[in-house]
């Protein structure tokens, strides 16, 4: 059977070869989009599952001011227990003032790293927590401080011992 094109004359060897690799790259794009879909779903469920929506995760864009009225609010709590929950570490602060949102950070793998970030409604809120440094959570001493406030573009570089200053 001879292949022929829209106009009904004959396809050449290339053509066909082209038309053929065109409908692979075709099949590609359509099983990626697809993935692309069931990624998103996965997403959204998760979101929902812990609670977070699209605009929780709007930190990246939040100019400098706003970001400096939010770290105001919050407090760095470090030597978390690695098997401690976001809602455990509310409990904790619980008796400063109202929790508007508590962040225990993980590595890549998902793993805790040890500190967490506390925000308050209420600055005053924030003053009260620094009042519990040094009290125990599982057993551990946790060190609160007030949330530092990071300035883009100021990164702290590290010089080795005998180099430089």
């Not at 053509?15 to 697809?34: H, P, Q, T, V």
């Not at 609670?51 to 030597?79: R, Y």
């Amino acid at each position: 059977m001879i292949e022929v094109d829209e106009e009904m004359t004959p396809l050449k060897k290339e053509d066909r070869l082209a038309s053929s690799k065109k409908e692979n790259f075709e099949k590609r794009l359509r099983k990626l989009d697809e993935k692309v879909y069931f990624l998103r779903e996965k997403a959204a469920k998760v979101e929902k599952a812990i609670g977070t929506t699209k605009e929780d995760s709007h930190d990246a864009f939040v100019n400098l001011d706003e970001k400096e009225e939010i770290d105001c609010h919050s407090i760095f709590v470090g030597n978390v227990d690695y098997v401690c929950s976001p809602e455990e570490v509310q409990q904790h602060f619980q008796s400063c003032g109202t929790i508007n949102r508590v962040k225990i950070l993980a590595n890549s793998l998902g793993q805790p790293k040890g500190y967490a970030y506390v925000e308050f409604v209420e600055v005053d809120a924030a003053q009260n927590a620094l009042l519990l440094n040094e009290t125990e959570l599982h057993g551990r001493p946790l060190r609160v401080l007030p949330k530092r406030i990071n300035i883009p573009g100021m990164k702290q570089s590290w010089v080795p011992f005998g180099y430089g200053f």
